[in-house]
């Protein structure tokens, strides 16, 4: 894997309460062009637990945001109160699997086979599938394994201020290249 700056996804958070405001998709629309970021390129966040609440509003809202070409992750998936007929629903891109599941799934039968069923559900809704708080190289291999699409955690880097950014993909483009 080669993460490029350019190349590099941007991931945001999105409340309830944003998803109950008909008019965020052109607020976000009207932020991206000014900052000069293409929606493609964007990816945007909404917890599972938190989505289901008032379901009309919300669709008509990630229907809207799909359309204008950001892509929708469902966050902290099997944490929730989703169905799966609800999963169905949702324009969704991209399941992000809870770290509870990625936790442990390297020695843990019973964690494997869910983390396990959640990519292959993942994979055959159509969606990209990605875990979330990979701590290990044994959970690295493992997901690598399981045909997971991405992968995010303290493994590879612990949060950091956005000035610091720059540096540590450059020191991680030369690692990769080190380590082929």
Aim: negative net charge; charged residues 25%.
């Amino acid at each position: 894997m080669v993460c490029r700056a350019a190349s590099v996804r941007r991931s945001v958070h999105l409340s309830v309460e944003n998803l109950a405001s008909l008019t965020l998709p052109e607020t976000l629309l009207t932020i991206a062009r000014e900052a000069g970021a293409d929606p493609r390129r964007m990816t945007l966040e909404v917890t599972e637990s938190r989505l289901m609440g008032n379901l009309a509003t919300s669709l008509e809202v990630l229907g809207r945001l799909s359309l204008a070409g950001f892509r929708l992750s469902m966050d902290d998936f099997g944490t929730g109160y989703s169905t799966l007929e609800k999963l169905k629903q949702l324009p969704f891109d991209e399941l992000k699997v809870d770290r509870a599941f990625v936790s442990g799934a390297a020695t843990d039968t019973v964690a494997r086979t869910i983390l396990r069923s959640s990519i292959e559900l993942g994979h055959a809704l159509g969606l990209t599938v990605v875990a979330e708080g990979i701590e290990s190289r044994a959970e690295l291999d493992l997901l690598a394994g399981l045909g997971c699409d991405e992968i995010q955690g303290y493994y590879f880097s612990r949060p950091m201020p956005a000035a610091e950014f720059p540096g540590w993909v450059v020191a991680f483009e030369r690692d990769q290249v080190v380590r082929r």
